[in-house]
């Protein structure tokens, strides 16, 4: 009864990245081991298996736009998303559920079914990390506090469990065209910055910046702001339980209306 | 005799003044509509809106907040600001106001600008103040970030219409839910009046629809609709009452959204009721509750309430309230109820209503799927069968079912092995973010 095909796991580890993940994608897919025979994990292996021979996808840009276009054409835009979102969530299933969510939907008929398939585990996770992503992204478009440095660049400083840089970047982007701006990740020590009129961009490994201090105006407006965070607030109304939950202590601390100066 | 000592308030004293006077109005949401930037600017909006801070009573920030002016020349007896109190007065310049406005946008503070204003002079001069405030903000500083803003009652309707051009959303307070309310505690203000330029607003909003369907680039007049609010509790309306006023709005005028405020006692005044406990916020927050059923779940006022039954119960959200009160339609299966059965099962929102709908033609469902999905089991598996089956044994029993949902800290008696943890039930959950 027990066939033994004596086949080995074959685990394509890959960096914690979307370029990462879909070229462990790649990888994985030309490998022609049989969907069953792969599996994908991201970052550094903590505990390896018996039964599985492991080996490293090098990021590699060309790959990931192949498999991001098909994902595109095939699969909707709707799936698109929620790989991209998904992709920047801590946690470990989320390369595997990634490949197997695109192997289920490019054997559908119509691949855009996929997005819809709640009830297959792998698709489910990838929803739910896509909305956990956007909530995390959604939350720092409005806790991110930039201040004008001496340069008039508006530099910003986050420490989100989400590396949603990119998610937030276009939000920014359009809506401070003018501006030059820098949102720096500092758990990540990666940066997105956009120069006025141009483009935004990722720095990696953006160690140092080098801190020109503040404008001018900036302790003013700051102090505004303040005044206006604490006059706005109805005193028969207070509710700091409320105010606690809707805005936890880690954003606070970057946060002028909660620091004192 | 009236001395009055002119004195000079910098910026700062004003905006502490403007902002706290302001502070009692409760739409802030910056939500409703959708806009890139041009390039040649600065500020955008998205849709479902941004919470920018949270105020030390727990609310959204989203927008700087303001009066133009609190030098009021009326005098409403619930506001803080009317002519008769004795309270610091002040009054912002356009440049002010988009100087903060800029300032604070750049810096990622706010969503943009909600700006109110007391009646200075006369209305149409507040208006025109108003006017050339936004002007100034659209066309000098290009700011295409999200302004709401007042129409002051009794001022020109040419000059409300130009205002309605630059801003995104409108509102006018009816300020207490009744004719008579409004007449015993705001003498200055009527009813009819009031009316007029939501009337205004709500047909130009139209005749935009129709300008915009055949010219595309035309200008967008209140693109994120009107919105208005209602005093709760300083005059003796009931929760039926309100809640036909409410809809009425949202009918014939096509309100966006209507606010409810629980009323403060700022003002000691005779003709002004004292609320025992302060506040009436567990009041205001069913009537929110109840609100969102109108709006998104397809309920009518009369199904909730009666004129023998006119207010809700404290004790229960409306819908659950409801729910018990109709067990005959009870339990829903999940894999065949249409949409509209089953938003009526309590502890099933629209967004889990919607995924259900799309997920089970696609495969079978279960009750682990559905608390993915967002259904709150610990209400809903009183209401439901999931292919023909309870999640427990529980009886669909009125007297049970309210035990238990009150009961919300302790655990369901049953057989069941398993069972979920059950979270306080906290009788301030937001509706706006869950039910
Ligand atoms: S018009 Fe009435 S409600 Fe408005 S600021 Fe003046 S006194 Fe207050």
């Given at each position: 009864?027990?066939?033994c ?20 994608v ?11 025979n ?11 298996e ?18 991001l276009?098909?994902i ?23 390369a ?5 969510m695109?192997?289920?939907g490019?054997?559908l008929?119509?691949?855009r079914?996929?997005s819809r ?18 909530h ?22 986050i420490?989100?469990e ?8 276009p ?15 500092r ?5 997105v910055?956009?120069?006025?009129q ?9 160690e ?5 201090g ?10 505004l702001w ?13 509710n ?8 936890p ?13 | 005799m009236?001395?009055?000592?002119e004195?000079?308030?910098d ?29 040649k600017g600065?500020g ?19 927008l ?7 030098e009021c020349?009326?005098?409403c ?6 002519r ?8 912002f ?16 503070y ?11 002079g ?13 002007y ?17 009652p009794?001022a ?13 959303r409108m509102?006018?307070n ?12 705001a003498?200055?203000?009527n ?28 200008p967008?007049?209140?693109?994120a ?10 005059t ?9 006023v ?9 309100m ?34 109840a609100?969102w ?8 006022t009369?199904e909730?309430?009666?004129e023998e ?12 309230d ?33 995924r259900?709908i ?7 469902l279960?009750y682990?799927?559905?608390?993915k ?20 044994p529980v ?18 008696r049953?057989a ?14 937001d ?5």
């Amino acid at each position: 009864m027990s066939s033994c095909h004596c086949l080995m796991i074959r685990v394509f580890q890959c960096e914690d990245t979307l370029t990462g993940i879909l070229s462990g994608v790649y990888d994985a897919w030309s490998s022609r081991l049989g969907h069953r025979n792969v599996r994908l994990q991201t970052g550094d292996n903590e505990n390896m298996e018996l039964f599985c021979e492991y080996e490293q996808t090098v990021p590699d840009l060309e790959k990931a736009e192949k498999v991001l276009r098909t994902i595109y054409k095939k699969l909707g835009e709707e799936a698109y998303e929620m790989i991209a979102y998904a992709a920047v969530c801590p946690h470990s299933g989320k390369a595997d559920a990634i490949y197997r969510m695109i192997v289920i939907g490019l054997s559908l008929p119509d691949g855009r079914e996929i997005s819809r398939m709640l009830t297959q585990p792998d698709v489910q996770l990838v929803f739910e990390l896509r909305r956990k992503a956007w909530h995390i992204a959604h939350r720092y478009m409005g806790f991110v506090r930039f201040r004008e440095l001496k340069n008039g660049v508006l530099f910003s400083e986050i420490d989100a469990e989400a590396d949603i840089l990119a998610l937030i970047a276009p939000h920014f982007a359009d809506r401070l065209p003018l501006e030059n701006w820098v949102v720096y990740d500092r758990r990540r020590k990666k940066a997105v910055v956009h120069p006025a009129q141009k483009s935004w961009m990722i720095l990696e490994e953006a160690e140092a910046f080098a801190d020109l201090g503040n404008s001018d105006e900036e302790a003013y407006y700051e102090s505004l702001w303040k005044v206006f965070h604490r006059a706005i607030g109805i005193a028969s109304r207070r509710n700091a339980g409320l105010q606690m939950s809707q805005l936890p202590r880690k954003f606070r601390q970057f946060m002028n209306e909660f620091v004192d100066l | 005799m009236d001395y009055r000592i002119e004195q000079q308030i910098d910026l700062s004293q004003k905006l502490e003044i403007l902002a706290d006077a302001a502070k009692y109005d409760v739409a802030c949401t910056s939500s409703g509509v959708e806009r890139n930037n041009s390039g040649k600017g600065i500020g955008n909006c998205i849709k479902p809106g941004i919470c920018h801070s949270f105020s030390a009573d727990g609310r959204c920030i989203s927008l700087l907040k303001i009066l133009f002016t609190n030098e009021c020349i009326f005098d409403c007896r619930y506001c803080i600001n009317r002519r008769s109190n004795d309270v610091p007065r002040a009054s912002f310049t356009p440049q002010e106001v988009c100087d903060l406005t800029i300032g604070f946008y750049r810096r990622n503070y706010i969503e943009g600008l909600f700006l109110s204003s007391g009646i200075l002079g006369s209305p149409d001069l507040t208006m025109d103040l108003l006017y050339q405030t936004l002007y100034k903000l659209r066309t000098e500083y290009h700011f295409q970030g999200y302004i709401h803003v007042k129409a002051i009652p009794g001022a020109d309707p040419e000059l409300i219409e130009r205002t309605g051009y630059l801003a995104d959303r409108m509102s006018i307070n009816l300020e207490l839910p009744t004719a008579e309310g409004l007449k015993a505690l705001a003498p200055q203000k009527n009813r009819p009046k009031l009316l007029a330029p939501i009337q205004q607003v709500r047909r130009m909003r139209i005749q935009n629809k129709n300008e915009l369907a055949v010219y595309r680039h035309a200008p967008r007049f209140v693109p994120a609709g009107q919105s208005t609010q209602m005093i709760i509790g300083a005059t003796g309306e009931s929760d039926w009452q309100i809640m036909k006023v409410a809809e009425h709005m949202y009918k014939k005028y096509e309100m966006k959204r209507v606010f409810y405020s629980a009323f403060l006692r700022v003002n000691d005044d005779s003709l002004l009721p004292v609320i025992p406990g302060g506040p009436p916020l567990l009041r205001e927050h069913r009537l929110y509750q109840a609100d969102w059923l109108l709006r998104f779940y397809g309920f009518g006022t009369d199904e909730l309430l009666s004129e023998e039954k006119p207010d809700f119960n404290l004790l229960l959200d409306p819908k659950c309230d409801w729910a018990l009160r109709h067990l005959e339609q009870f339990p829903v299966e999940v894999m065949k109820a249409d949409y509209a059965m089953l938003l009526r099962v309590p502890g099933i929102g629209y967004r889990s209503a919607g995924r259900i709908i799309k997920a089970r033609r696609l495969g079978t469902l279960d009750y682990a799927n559905l608390k993915k999905m967002g259904v709150v089991l610990k209400r809903a598996i009183y209401f439901i069968t999931c292919g023909g089956k309870q999640m427990y044994p529980v009886k669909l029993e009125e007297n049970f079912i309210l035990r238990n949902i009150l009961d919300g800290g302790g655990r369901l008696r049953t057989a069941a092995e398993e069972q979920p943890v059950y979270e306080q039930l906290s009788l301030f959950d937001d509706p706006r973010f869950s039910m």
